[in-house]
C-alpha cells in the first residue's frame, strides 16, 4: 500500500535555526496536513493545505510556521525560528476520513 | 478548544484477555477513528465510523459511533502480545478544514 514518506526521520538544530520539514504524499490526493505529537502526548492539528491553500490552522500555527507545495508534489513545513519547546514528532499526512486519512511515519524534530 | 477525553490512559492486560477503551465530547463530531500508534511511528487506521450508532468490526477489532455522536468505543478481544502501543481516537467535523481532534491515547500493554 502507498505510504506517505517524510523527510528527514530524525532532525537535531539549535534554538533560532530554521527548519524545513518534507513530505511526499500519495498522489491522487487533495487534502494535506500538518499534525505534531510532543513526546508522550497526544497528537495535535497544525494546518490542513487544500487546493495549494492553508485551508485550516490551530492556534499552535503562528507566524513561525509556513507550509508550501514549491514543485506540486512535495509537502514542507518550515519553522523560521525554532525554540526549545517546537520539539516534537512532526506528522504529515493525507486524505479525508472517507478516503484513507493516512499519516506518514514522522519527523523527529530535537531542538537544543 | 476542542476536547477528546480518552479512557483509560493505560491498560496492563494478560495474553487473551478482551479490552475495551473509550472516548467521550462534549460536542458532535460526525466522524470518529481509531488509530494504533506504535513507538516512533505515525498512527496507523484501524477503523473508521461515519453514522451515528454504527458498529463496525476489523479482525479482532470492534467499534462503535455513539447515537449522540458525542463519544465511541473501541474493543479488542482475544488480545495477543502484538496489540501492544497506543491507541488514540480521533474525531472529525466536516466543516473544520478536515482536522482531527485526538484523544489524549491509551497504551495498551500485553503480557504474555
Known amino acids: 500500500e502507498p505510504e506517505v514518506t517524510q523527510t528527514p526521520s530524525h532532525q537535531v538544530t539549535q534554538m533560532g535555526q530554521e527548519v524545513i520539514l518534507r513530505c511526499v504524499p500519495i498522489s491522487n490526493h487533495l487534502y494535506f496536513y500538518w499534525y505534531r505529537q510532543i513526546l508522550g502526548q497526544k497528537v495535535e492539528f497544525l494546518v490542513s493545505f487544500y487546493n495549494n491553500e492553508i485551508s485550516e490552522k490551530s492556534e499552535i500555527f503562528d507566524d513561525q510556521f509556513s507550509v508550501e507545495r514549491p514543485d506540486g508534489s512535495n509537502f514542507t513545513l518550515k519553522i523560521r525560528s525554532t525554540k526549545l519547546e517546537d520539539s516534537a514528532m512532526y506528522f504529515c499526512?493525507?486524505?479525508?476520513?472517507?478516503?484513507?486519512?493516512?499519516f506518514g511515519s514522522g519527523t523527529r524534530l530535537t531542538v537544543v | 478548544g476542542q476536547q477528546l477525553n480518552q479512557s483509560p490512559q493505560s491498560m496492563f492486560i494478560q495474553e487473551g484477555e478482551d479490552v475495551s477503551m473509550n472516548c467521550t465530547s462534549s460536542?458532535?463530531?460526525?466522524?470518529w477513528l481509531w488509530y494504533k500508534q506504535d513507538p516512533g511511528e505515525g498512527p496507523v487506521l484501524l477503523i473508521a465510523?461515519?453514522?451515528?450508532?454504527e458498529l463496525t468490526s476489523n479482525g479482532r477489532l470492534t467499534a462503535q459511533f455513539g447515537i449522540t455522536r458525542k463519544d465511541s468505543f473501541l474493543n479488542i478481544s482475544a488480545s495477543i502480545p502484538s496489540d501492544v502501543g497506543i491507541y488514540f481516537c480521533a474525531g472529525q467535523k466536516n466543516n473544520a478544514g478536515n482536522m482531527l481532534t485526538f484523544g489524549g491515547g491509551t497504551r495498551l500493554m500485553v503480557k504474555p
Open positions: 499526512a493525507q486524505g479525508t476520513s472517507n478516503y484513507g486519512y493516512t
Open positions: 465510523l461515519y453514522k451515528a450508532g
Open positions: 460536542s458532535i463530531f460526525n466522524t
